[in-house]
């Protein structure tokens, strides 16, 4: 029996091995670098979901002194009912401050409350940590309790972080 060879043919047409390895390393330099792009740019999308946007704690702890009764919101002393939004003119000060929000000297928010209306002298209060950094400052349109009668008013919040 003649001896054949199996992998080329007489014709020369066979397996050219000179051109196959830069074939392959252009294709595994591109899918190295198509690799990289998309699990920086699938990692960057990530964490931008997932990033918690500033002022969210602060509206947060905001709508904790509005709304809890444990700070400033009205109780009805009758049904224990909270109201939100209405502020109880007795509650304004800062030893109800010091109750209802916890401070920490480095890490904790700084809050500086000011209570204008037009029928009640204005009042100020602040959280112990308050300092003379820069702050933040907005403004809410409330109503204020003070003894049986509501009135309008405009409640100035400062924050600090």
């Not at 397996?15 to 990289?36: D, E, N, R």
């Not at 009912?81 to 916890?102: L, N, P, T, V």
Request: net charge positive; proline share 2%.
């Amino acid at each position: 029996m003649e001896n054949k060879k199996i992998f080329f043919s007489k014709r020369a047409s066979g397996y050219l091995l000179g051109k196959k390895p830069m074939y392959f390393l252009a294709v595994l330099f591109y899918l190295a670098f198509a690799f990289l792009f998309f699990s920086f740019f699938i990692s960057y999308n990530i964490t931008s979901t997932n990033a918690i946007p500033a002022n969210v704690e602060t509206t947060v702890l905001i709508n904790r002194f509005l709304n809890s009764p444990d700070c400033f919101a009205y109780e009805d002393g009758e049904t224990g009912r909270a109201y939100h939004g209405i502020i109880d003119i007795k509650k304004f000060d800062d030893d109800k401050i010091s109750k209802c929000y916890s401070t920490n000297k480095d890490k904790s928010y700084s809050f500086r409350f000011e209570l204008e209306s037009a029928n009640i002298d204005r009042k100020v209060c602040s959280t112990p940590n308050w300092g003379a950094r820069r702050f933040n400052k907005i403004s809410r349109h409330v109503l204020i309790y003070d003894e049986g009668n509501l009135y309008t008013g405009r409640l100035l919040i400062s924050i600090q972080k």
